[in-house]
């Protein structure tokens, strides 16, 4: 059997597994929710049987149970040669993937500061992972690595500049695996190399993200410190007046609730009183539901607003590329969202839009555009995978 690459994605009460062989093709993808609750469960992708889990079970026995599963099932023979684990936050010591030792280790708990909701847990399912496979090689790819080559106008906000010093509050960005990906596959599709290439990046899931990026360097990003500045998304809020949170604390709500709220409770969800999920809210619009219609409306146009934005980066445009959830399968997302840019010169072509997505990437500009725009469906599973095999075998898997 072929040496394959093991992908990790753990979130506070998940485990997302994927397997790779040594031509960095997917064979297999898991995942376990409701970990450390009595309702564990998992499943392999494909397969209608869930994997049982004890009640309660931690990562570590999710993972543990998933890959013996995956063995009895003859999608892993052996143990991996490499393993690759996503991690939200590098802060600023981390600006590309890293093999993790006990020295990288302890400086991502370092960063954990930064993002407590989510390197903790990353750093469990390291953990996790070093005591099932001891003698197997390891990476972090961190989310915020590619946007290390923000310069300070980009990054720095306009607070006492001993925050950023004391503290290191500035603009992070986030899901820069997903943006370097279209850097890349916008070049390849364009005919060019990603260092000549610059493009304006919306990254369009639950979460939701825009970079410019020139010459194949991020140089500008819509997420921050955290990843809840910027776009509307699913549940968060994106930009609000920071004169609100004084509002808000004269009204009795806590910090906490704030937070919570901005988070979890706002952005589509909050606007249209019913979903987060872009596909209900279309249907819901569709069936005449204003508050669902009027939230996309308020996607698109803060969107439209921040490819304006980008531009400011950039000295010239080589494509504007739609991926994530949203933005590789919502043609009404990007017709709306171009709708708003047609002064900039961006034409859309109605039947393309249409006929590409999450399984057809291509170009969707009309002829009369000035710039291309492109859907392309991003793979930050294989980004990891590759850079996996790239720092623990030199590449040779
Ligand atoms: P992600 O976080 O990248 O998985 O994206 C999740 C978002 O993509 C959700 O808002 C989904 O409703 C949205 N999405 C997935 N498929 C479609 C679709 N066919 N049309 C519109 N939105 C979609």
């Not at 939701?208 to 921050?224: E, F, L, N, P, Q």
């Not at 146009?301 to 494509?319: C, E, I, P, Q, W």
């Not at 708003?340 to 859309?348: A, D, N, P, R, T």
């Given at each position: 059997m072929d040496a394959s690459l093991l992908v990790i994605n753990c979130g506070s009460s998940s485990l997302k597994l994927a397997v790779f062989d040594d031509q960095h093709r997917k064979r297999a993808s898991a995942l376990a929710e409701r970990l450390n609750s009595k309702n564990a469960f998992a499943r392999i992708a494909g397969s209608e049987q869930a994997v049982p889990l004890p009640s309660g079970a931690s990562h570590e026995i999710a993972l543990g149970t998933l890959i013996k599963a995956l063995k009895d099932r003859a999608i892993m023979a052996n143990d991996p040669c490499a393993i690759g684990h996503r991690v939200v936050h590098g802060g600023e010591t981390f600006r590309e993937a890293a093999l993790l030792n006990d020295e990288t280790i302890a400086a991502i708990e370092d960063c954990a500061s930064l993002a407590p909701l989510h390197n903790p847990v990353n750093l469990d399912g390291i953990l996790a992972t070093r005591s099932l496979f001891p003698s197997v090689p390891q990476v972090a790819v961190f989310d915020t690595a590619y946007h290390q080559t923000l310069p300070p106008r980009a990054f720095l906000y306009a607070l006492p500049e001993t925050y950023y010093r004391d503290w290191a509050v500035r603009r992070y960005g986030f899901h820069g695996t997903s943006h370097y990906f279209m850097a890349h596959e916008a070049a390849r599709l364009l005919g060019r190399t990603p260092a000549t290439t610059s493009i304006i990046s919306a990254h369009l899931g639950n979460g939701?993200?825009?970079?410019?990026?020139?010459?194949?360097?991020?140089?500008?990003?819509?997420?921050?410190l955290t990843p809840l500045e910027g776009l509307v998304m699913g549940t968060r809020s994106g930009d609000v007046d920071p004169g609100l949170f004084d509002f808000l604390a004269g009204k009795g709500i806590s910090a906490k609730?704030?937070?919570e709220v901005l988070n979890k409770q706002s952005g589509l969800l909050g606007l249209s009183g019913q979903?987060?999920?872009?596909?209900s809210l279309c249907d819901l619009a569709d069936h005449g539901h204003t508050p669902s219609a009027l939230a996309i409306d308020i996607f698109c146009?803060?969107?439209?607003?921040?490819?304006?934005?980008?531009?400011?980066?950039?000295?010239?445009?080589?494509?504007l590329v739609f991926t994530g959830g949203i933005g590789e399968n919502s043609a009404r997302v990007r017709q709306q969202t171009l709708g708003?840019?047609?002064?900039?010169?961006?034409?859309?072509d109605n039947a393309l839009n249409k006929s590409h997505g999450a399984h057809s990437q291509g170009r969707i500009e009309s002829s009369d555009s000035r710039f291309p725009v492109l859907v392309i469906p991003t793979d930050e599973e294989l980004v990891i995978a590759r850079e996996a095999s790239r720092l623990a075998t030199g590449g040779s898997v």
């Open positions: 939701c993200s825009i970079t410019a990026i020139r010459d194949g360097i991020s140089v500008d990003t819509s997420m921050g609730d704030i937070n979903t987060n999920d872009m596909r146009f803060r969107l439209a607003k921040y490819v304006g934005a980008m531009m400011a980066s950039l000295t010239s445009l080589d494509a708003h840019l047609s002064l900039m010169g961006f034409q859309i």
